[in-house]
């Protein structure tokens, strides 16, 4: 499924999606690639976000949940501090293909 192009997302800004069947998800720009989470936290299994697309903590160094302050890495979701030491985000398998972004379903 076609999320967006690569152009659309700007370098380390996030961006969220809800898809039709439910799934809410967020998209980070890193370089050329693109990391995907789903867009709830393991802790409570809520949205992450506090406004559309605002996902990452002040300095933007790390994802953080709006709700509770817990703070999970970009690249590999793990949670450093908050309620759910050393729980993960889901990730999501995106791929780039000619500079187009696709979730790709298992």
């Known amino acids: ?16 999606f809800d898809l039709e069947d439910g799934t809410a ?5 890193r370089g ?5 989470w789903r867009n709830s ?3 409570r299994g809520i949205r992450l976000e506090w406004q559309p697309n605002q996902f990452l903590d002040y300095e933007k160094q790390f994802i953080q949940c709006a709700t509770h302050g ?4 970009i ?23 000619d500079g187009e972004v696709w979730l790709i379903r298992d």
Request: hydrophobic share 40%; charged share 20%; net charge negative.
């Open 41 to 43: 936290c393991p802790h």
């Open 32 to 36: 050329e690639s693109v990391v995907a």
């Open 70 to 73: 817990a703070l999970f890495g």
């Open 25 to 29: 998800l967020l998209l980070i720009r």
């Open 1 to 16: 499924m076609k999320l967006c192009t690569l152009d659309e997302l700007q370098p380390n800004s996030p961006r969220g």
């Open 75 to 97: 690249d590999d979701g793990i949670c450093i501090a908050g309620p759910c030491p050393g729980e993960q985000l889901e990730p999501l398998t995106v791929e780039i293909h």
